[in-house]
């Protein structure tokens, strides 16, 4: 995640905060909110993948604050709840660690820029293409959406906050690359399992929890 307080600026920081804020509330406009308010299990999946992920990112690895490696998992919660309600899911992770002590307030908003916007928007990119350019097929999505669109996500994620860190000044891009950059690629193969692995078990035994799948079209007319 990033660093302490007071080594971003307070110009990228604001902008960060702009930017997050405006994608949110695009979100937020566009939530089925009478489903929410319906469905009580969809609640309860929404509350716990948050939990999941909060968990998930107290494991990391790192030196130098801010260039710490660990799973994201986004792209999961995008193909299951959608991209508007994965950002709340995300989001509401973030304000957990940030209620426990793990992350600073100040640097939220470009945290959940940097690992919950991008990884979403990236992920719902690479199934946007999938299924404009290539068949409805359960292993093409398996594959394609959750394995490569997770590794994908997760390079997109630190790729944007080691460019950030180093625009706004933070560390050289020498410091940036040897130890952040040049380690993403080994996370891009566990982070695409991980996801892949998840979704595996959603699409057999819960094909419902997907948002974004449908077995009837890839499963049942193949």
Same mark, same amino acid.
């Given at each position: ?13 604001? %902008?960060? #905060? !702009?930017?997050? +804020? /405006? ?7 566009? =939530? *089925? ?84 916007? %991008?990884? #979403? !928007?990236?992920? +719902? /990119? ?7 350019? =290539? *068949? ?87």
């Amino acid at each position: 995640m990033t660093p302490n307080d007071g080594l971003v600026s307070g110009l990228w920081l604001g %902008i960060s #905060a !702009l930017l997050y +804020l /405006g994608i949110m509330a695009f979100a937020l406009w566009r =939530l *089925p909110w009478g489903v929410l308010k319906r469905e009580r299990g969809i609640q309860h999946l929404l509350f716990g993948a948050a939990v999941v992920l909060m968990l998930m990112w107290t494991m990391r690895a790192g030196i130098s604050p801010g260039l710490s490696i660990h799973f994201v998992g986004m792209t999961t919660l995008t193909l299951m709840f959608g991209w508007d309600l994965a950002l709340c899911a995300g989001s509401a992770a973030l304000i957990g660690l940030a209620l426990i002590g793990r992350e600073s307030w100040q640097a939220l908003p470009l945290n959940a820029l940097c690992f919950v916007v %991008i990884p #979403a !928007l990236v992920s +719902l /990119g690479v199934l946007r293409t999938v299924e404009a350019w =290539l *068949p409805r097929n359960f292993f093409v999505y398996l594959f394609l959406c959750a394995f490569l669109g997770g590794g994908v996500a997760a390079a997109a994620g630190g790729l944007s906050m080691g460019s950030l860190l180093w625009l706004a000044d933070v560390y050289p891009w020498s410091k940036i690359y040897h130890e952040y950059v040049r380690y993403l690629p080994l996370i891009m193969f566990p982070e695409g399992l991980l996801n892949g692995i998840i979704m595996t078990g959603m699409m057999v035994f819960h094909p419902d929890w997907i948002r974004t799948f449908d077995a009837r079209r890839y499963i049942d007319e193949q």
